[in-house]
């Protein structure tokens, strides 16, 4: 009997690891069990044919249970809160769910013999740098988030050299699109800004909005990730994936009012503490894998406003457990 790859996507029930979920069940005939404490994501989010496992990476009895029980060829591990800003106010929650819980996985992957790990990163890790950020560039992340990824970065290359656990790690940036959580302030400014339209709310931008972004459609940064697992060159690499082109927030937000076809209305609130200038160089990733889609801005807007209005707005939530309310943006005390 033919043994069929199996693997772990830990966050599939959320964002971008639903459609990684989805790819390595339709694409690649993967059988794939999804790990999700559904914190940000759904269930409507998972592929029918995936085993779904609601509970935490924090949780290391359960993470140790499921690999003794699935025996995994390949672990995909998505799971964050991946709130750059907010972290500086929550470390405590960032460290445990970003950091502590990769290590459960780590752990698990090095004592099961998992063929290969592959990591979703941030280009949070680089702080402010050159631009467009390269992968040779020495990090100096800003924030805790940042922080978080770059130490679980350190910890995958270490465990390589002790143990042989081969990884990947893909440094992704401002991904958008279809399924991305609208009720949620802290994150994800597309989502935020549609979210805020279709409650007849101004845009919310901090500082003069100059800041400078490149924003990426999810299902573009899905076929590299997927594919890793077989490349054998990209083994203990890092690559940047995403966008190349990058735009102001006040032009985004431009864009986003087009595209859901409401008037552009701005507040501009005071600025927060973050990177001004974030945009990343992808010819490393074209040097180990076949070319990747690129959809336009103003296409992968379209298709995400397509979808947003199908959904209800929602109420976004205020995170209950701040850890240092000091210098908290105000916006995020009032909604």
């Avoid at 559904?38 to 592929?47: A, M, V």
């Avoid at 910890?155 to 002790?162: A, K, N």
């Avoid at 459609?217 to 995403?242: H, L, M, Q, T």
């Avoid at 850890?323 to 916006?331: F, H, M, N, Q, R």
Wanted: hydrophobic content about 40%; aromatic content about 10%.
């Amino acid at each position: 009997m033919t043994h069929q790859t199996r693997a772990l996507v830990t966050g599939g029930a959320g964002f971008i690891g639903s459609h990684l979920a989805d790819f390595l069940v339709d694409d690649m005939g993967f059988d794939v069990v999804v790990l999700d404490d559904l914190s940000g994501g759904s269930r409507d989010n998972i592929h029918p044919k995936a085993a779904f496992v609601e509970g935490s990476i924090v949780d290391a009895p359960l993470v140790n249970r499921l690999f003794e029980q699935h025996r995994f060829d390949y672990v995909y591990h998505l799971a964050a809160y991946a709130a750059e800003g907010l972290s500086h106010f929550i470390k405590r929650f960032n460290y445990t769910n970003n950091l502590i819980g990769s290590v459960n996985l780590i752990n698990a992957s090095v004592n099961h013999d998992v063929r290969c790990f592959v990591f979703t990163s941030s280009i949070a890790v680089y702080g402010t740098n050159r631009v467009p950020l390269t992968e040779d560039l020495i990090p100096v992340p800003e924030d805790s988030y940042g922080i978080a990824k770059l130490a679980v970065e350190q910890e995958l290359r270490i465990s390589r050299e002790l143990f042989g656990l081969d990884y990947v790690i893909f440094r992704p940036h401002n991904v958008y699109g279809e399924r991305q959580n609208l009720g949620d302030k802290y994150r994800n400014v597309i989502g935020i800004f549609m979210n805020r339209i279709m409650r007849d709310e101004e845009l919310v931008v901090f500082g003069d909005g100059e800041q400078r972004r490149a924003f990426t459609y999810v299902k573009d940064v899905i076929p590299a990730i997927a594919n890793a697992v077989s490349n054998r060159d990209a083994c203990g690499e890092v690559f940047n994936v995403g966008a190349s082109r990058d735009y102001s927030v006040n032009e985004l937000a431009a864009k986003v009012a087009a595209a859901m076809k409401a008037p552009l209305r701005l507040r501009h609130v005071e600025r927060r503490n973050e990177v001004a200038l974030a945009y990343s160089d992808h010819s490393k990733l074209g040097r180990f894998f076949a070319q990747q889609p690129e959809t336009s801005l103003e296409q992968g807007l379209a298709l995400m406003a397509g979808w947003a209005k199908q959904t209800t707005p929602r109420k976004s939530a205020d995170f209950e457990n701040i850890e240092i309310a000091k210098g908290l943006p105000s916006i995020w005390k009032t909604g």
